[in-house]
């Protein structure tokens, strides 16, 4: 099962490799494939007074040291092309936010890269339409057949995070995680489909409490891992904190998608 883990954003370098060090148990496992997780910027932000990170050279400096201490892989946003090659020499998975999962030229400097290629499902994507992100990465690696074989030997994934629903809320639709599958592998981002996007008067809300229960029916359904933002008190996280898990809640949860994947 692919795991991929870690704070939304970089709040400090103490409080990451804090997170870091506690996350260590899901590496030496072997039945996880591990990724640890981490933005250096956050682009998207509902308001300009929001906190982004410390920026691109700073982030990937303290992933790059994550990285030589812990032997992590590391997955992180791009949100410009120009950003492509500095985050190609620190991570392993680069990740193209959902509200650019259409942007060609982002896709293709993505895929001139050798690392894998996780599309977040744009809010506003019918599942099936995914398939021309997956093809631009594709044909750009020298693919011109989908498939799900084929994604998964060119390295693109596809994450499922929610799509819009009236205002102020995402729904998640269980038939979007088989659809997406026919062509990719698929991981299912719990944390960021429970937000409540605006909902917090200039800031994105949510409702974690409702994390378990998606990620459990994700894995009844069958994908081929989970994304999950954690932190060690998410109601003083600078970013996305009503969507976390605490650390605790992680490792309880972790468990028992591994009993049900297993079924």
Not at 26 to 43: I, L, N, Q, T
Not at 213 to 221: C, H, I, N, R, S
Request: include cysteine.
């Amino acid at each position: 099962m692919i795991l991929m883990a870690g704070p939304c954003v970089i709040e400090s370098w103490d409080n990451l490799d804090f997170i870091a060090k506690s996350l260590k148990k899901y590496h030496e496992d072997g039945r996880f494939d591990f990724y640890f997780k981490a933005s250096f910027d956050k682009a998207n932000r509902t308001s300009l007074d929001s906190y982004r990170g410390p920026g691109l050279e700073a982030g990937l400096e303290m992933l790059a040291k994550i990285k030589k201490e812990y032997g992590y892989k590391i997955v992180t946003d791009v949100h410009e092309s120009s950003q492509v090659e500095a985050i190609s020499k620190v991570a392993d998975i680069i990740q193209i936010p959902a509200f650019l999962c259409r942007q060609t030229d982002l896709l293709v400097a993505a895929a001139k890269t050798d690392l894998i290629v996780n599309i977040k499902k744009g809010q506003f994507m019918n599942p099936s339409d995914m398939k021309h992100s997956v093809l631009k990465v594709l044909k750009t690696r020298g693919c011109d057949e989908i498939s799900y074989e084929n994604s998964r030997k060119h390295k693109v994934f596809l994450t499922e995070r929610g799509s819009t629903f009236g205002y102020g809320n995402l729904v998640v639709d269980m038939r979007a995680l088989k659809i997406m599958r026919e062509f990719a592998p698929v991981i299912f981002d719990a944390t960021h489909s429970v937000q409540m996007p605006g909902a917090g008067g200039g800031t994105t809300s949510g409702d974690s409490s409702m994390v378990p229960t998606l990620a459990k029916a994700a894995a009844a359904v069958g994908v081929d891992g989970f994304f999950f933002e954690t932190h060690p008190n998410p109601k003083e996280a600078l970013s996305d904190g009503p969507n976390m898990l605490t650390l605790d809640q992680l490792e309880n949860l972790s468990e028992t998608l591994i009993k049900i994947d297993n079924i």
